[in-house]
């Protein structure tokens, strides 16, 4: 019998190289898939990371109108304040008017013979009154005269000194007197 020699190294590296190729068309193939995926996980990220962005950008810019509308109401409120002090200041003096015309009137009726008031001031409700008296009995008397009124309370005298260029026995005198509003029947 004859021997027959068959060579299979040609037919293995054949099939050793379409394993290569095929496992470098499956690398490829593997390898455009992984990039496939990765472009469409960042294409995606960076949609929502835009679209984030436009909604920050809406919530700033409503955010600015906001508060500008905040600092209009603020200087509104302002602006009411305001004119609710200044009406409440014009009903204190509309209101205090016909006191202080009485007020008045009641010093008139109830100042002492021989003395002279040269200064009255009114800070709140406390009365100081600085004048000239014949001598300090008078003084005496319009304390007992402002202290029986009922439009006034706590007459205090609260300096007395010689002026003998208004007469021997004169004197300047300095006092403070509470006013006081009478009740209604009290006041007729």
Known sequence: ???????????????REEKKKEFLNVMVGVLLMAGLIVGGVDRFYNGAIGEQ???????????????????????LQQTRNELLARMEVIQNLQGNRPIIVRLFDELA?????????????????????QGIAESNNRISSQ?????ESNWFDKPNVTAISADPKFGPQASQFSLSVQQSTPKKEEAN
């Not at 021997?3 to 293995?12: A, E, F, Q, S, V």
């Not at 304390?143 to 202290?147: A, P």
């Open 109 to 129: 009726r109830q100042l002492a013979p021989r003395i002279f008031f040269t200064d009255l001031r009114l800070v709140g409700k406390e009365l100081s009154i």
């Open 53 to 75: 962005s436009e909604r920050n950008n809406f919530l700033t810019e409503k955010i600015k109108v906001l508060e500008g509308r905040i600092a209009e109401i603020n200087q």
């Open 1 to 15: 019998m004859d021997d027959i020699k068959i060579n299979l190294l040609p037919w293995r590296e054949e099939k």
């Open 143 to 147: 304390l007992r005269n402002l202290s």
